[in-house]
C-alpha cells in the first residue's frame, strides 16, 4: 500500500509539481493550499506525512505545526521554507518538524527526506498493531512504547517522532557513547547528511523534559568530541 503525503502550500506551481514528482515514485499525494484547514483534513483524511510549507498567508507553517504538537498530533512533518537560515530551521525543528528543508530544493531530496522519515521507528495507528515491549523505567521515568510516551508522577509528554526515535535508540543502547555521526545513521539511514543539527536539537528537547538542570544534564550526557553517552541511573558518568 502507498504512502499518503499531504502536500500543504500556497504556490500553486510548486503544490502541482511536488503532487506529480511525489506520485511518480509511487507515493498516494494529496494536496491543500493553506494550512487554515490543516487540523480538519487530518481529522476526515489521515495520511502518513505532510509535507508543510514555513511562509503561507493566514496560519503560516509554524503556527499550524504549534497547534499539531499541541494537540498531541505527532504525525511526521518535513517542512519546507525559503528562509535556509540556520535559526529558522532550528526552530521548525524545535517546534516538532521532523525534518526541514530550504527553497529551493531538488525534489529528489525530498523524496529522500520523505522516506528517512517514514522509516524512523514510530507506533502506527490503528491499522498495525503497537510496540509490544513492555515499559522502560529510568530515574522518575517511564518510557511507555506502545503508547509512545514519556512520563512522570502522572504527567505524560507526547513526544514527536524523532524525538521517540532518539530516545529508542539511547535506551537501546545504556551506557555506551554513541556519535553523532552513528545517531544520525540510525535515525536516516548510511547515507545521511552528517553535518545535519537534528541531533543537537532533538537531545536539547529531551534534556528539557529529562533534566532537572539541562545545563548540567545526568540522563544524556556529553562525551566531549565523541558524542552522548545515556545514563539510565542519572549518576555522572566520567570517561578518560
Same mark, same amino acid.
Given at each position: 500500500?502507498?504512502?499518503?503525503?499531504?502536500?500543504?502550500?500556497?504556490? *500553486?506551481?510548486?503544490?502541482?509539481?511536488?503532487?506529480?514528482?511525489?506520485?511518480?515514485?509511487?507515493?498516494?499525494?494529496?494536496? #491543500?493550499?493553506?494550512?487554515?484547514?490543516?487540523?480538519?483534513?487530518?481529522?476526515?483524511?489521515?495520511?502518513?506525512?505532510?509535507?508543510?510549507?514555513?511562509?503561507?498567508?493566514?496560519?503560516?507553517?509554524?503556527?499550524?505545526?504549534?497547534?499539531?504538537?499541541?494537540?498531541?498530533?505527532?504525525?511526521?512533518?518535513?517542512?519546507?521554507?525559503?528562509? *535556509?537560515?540556520?535559526?529558522?530551521?532550528?526552530?521548525? #525543528?524545535?517546534?516538532?518538524?521532523?525534518?526541514?528543508?530550504?527553497?529551493? =530544493?531538488?525534489?529528489?531530496?525530498?523524496?529522500?527526506?520523505?522516506?528517512?522519515?517514514?522509516?524512523? @521507528?514510530?507506533?502506527?495507528? $490503528?491499522?498495525?498493531?503497537?510496540?509490544?515491549?513492555?515499559?522502560?523505567?529510568?530515574?522518575? =521515568?517511564?518510557?511507555?512504547?506502545?503508547?509512545?510516551?514519556?512520563?512522570?508522577?502522572?504527567?505524560?509528554? $507526547? #513526544?514527536?517522532?524523532?524525538?521517540?526515535?532518539?530516545?529508542?535508540?539511547?535506551?537501546?543502547?545504556?551506557?555506551?557513547?554513541?556519535?553523532?555521526?552513528?545517531?544520525?545513521?540510525?535515525?536516516?539511514?548510511?547515507?545521511?547528511?552528517?553535518?545535519?543539527?537534528?541531533?543537537?536539537?532533538?537531545?536539547?528537547?529531551?534534556?528539557?523534559?529529562?533534566?532537572?538542570? @539541562?545545563?548540567?544534564?545526568?540522563?544524556?550526557? $556529553?562525551?566531549?568530541?565523541?558524542?552522548?553517552?545515556?545514563?539510565?541511573?542519572?549518576?555522572?558518568?566520567?570517561?578518560?
Amino acid at each position: 500500500m502507498p504512502a499518503r503525503i499531504l502536500v500543504v502550500d500556497d504556490d *500553486a506551481q510548486l503544490r502541482d509539481l511536488l503532487r506529480r514528482y511525489l506520485a511518480s515514485w509511487g507515493f498516494e499525494v494529496f494536496v #491543500l493550499p493553506d494550512a487554515c484547514s490543516l487540523e480538519r483534513r487530518l481529522q476526515r483524511e489521515r495520511p502518513d506525512l505532510v509535507v508543510l510549507d514555513r511562509l503561507m498567508p493566514g496560519v503560516d507553517g509554524l503556527a499550524a505545526l504549534r497547534t499539531l504538537r499541541a494537540s498531541g498530533d505527532d504525525i511526521p512533518v518535513v517542512m519546507l521554507s525559503a528562509r *535556509a537560515d540556520e535559526d529558522d530551521q532550528i526552530a521548525g #525543528l524545535d517546534l516538532g518538524a521532523d525534518d526541514y528543508l530550504g527553497k529551493p =530544493f531538488n525534489p529528489r531530496e525530498l523524496v529522500a527526506r520523505v522516506q528517512s522519515v517514514l522509516r524512523r @521507528p514510530r507506533v502506527p495507528h $490503528t491499522s498495525c498493531a503497537p510496540e509490544q515491549r513492555p515499559p522502560f523505567r529510568f530515574g522518575r =521515568f517511564i518510557l511507555d512504547f506502545q503508547a509512545r510516551t514519556l512520563s512522570t508522577a502522572g504527567k505524560a509528554f $507526547t #513526544l514527536s517522532n524523532g524525538e521517540f526515535a532518539l530516545l529508542l535508540i539511547f535506551v537501546s543502547s545504556p551506557l555506551r557513547t554513541l556519535t553523532r555521526r552513528r545517531l544520525l545513521q540510525s535515525l536516516d539511514g548510511p547515507e545521511c547528511d552528517t553535518t545535519d543539527r537534528r541531533i543537537h536539537v532533538m537531545v536539547g528537547r529531551l534534556r528539557q523534559i529529562l533534566e532537572a538542570k @539541562p545545563s548540567a544534564p545526568r540522563f544524556i550526557q $556529553t562525551v566531549r568530541g565523541r558524542g552522548y553517552i545515556f545514563v539510565p541511573s542519572g549518576e555522572d558518568h566520567m570517561l578518560s
